[in-house]
C-alpha cells in the first residue's frame, strides 16, 4: 500500500528510538504495564509517534486492564488502516496509521462496558499525547 508519507528503512531507524523502531516499523509490541501513556488521564489527542496524525482522542480512552492504553474509537475512521494479523497461531486485526503504514496495535471486540463494544490495544510508544489547552 502507498503512504501519504514514505521514509526508507534508513530515514525510520535515524528518526525513532530503537523500541519505537521495533514497534512502529517491525510490528512489535511493548511489555505489558509498562507503556509511559498507559496512566494519562488528561484531556488531549493521542498521535502517531511516527508521523504526528492524529488518531485518538482522550475522551475514547478507557482501562481495560490489559496492560496497555485502550481506545474505544479512532478519531477518524479514516485515520486507521485495519489488516488481518495470523501471527502467533491467532487470527487477529492489526491497527495501524493509515498515513505512514506505522504499526500501532490490535483492534477487539471484547470491550462491551463501551459505547462501541471495541477495544483499540495501541502501544505506548507507538503514539504521542497531547494535553488540550483551554
Known sequence: MKYEIFKTDQQWRDELSESE???LRLAGTERAYSG???EEKRVGTYSCRGCGAELF???AKFDSHCGWPSF???LKNEAIEY???RAHGMVRTEVRCAKCGSHLGHLFDDAPQ???GNRYCINSVSISFQEQKD
Open 21 to 23: 523502531y521495533q514497534v
Open 36 to 38: 509511559e501513556l498507559l
Open 57 to 59: 482522542e482522550a475522551e
Open 72 to 74: 474505544y474509537k479512532s
Open 83 to 85: 489488516l488481518e494479523d
Open 114 to 116: 463501551t459505547p462501541t
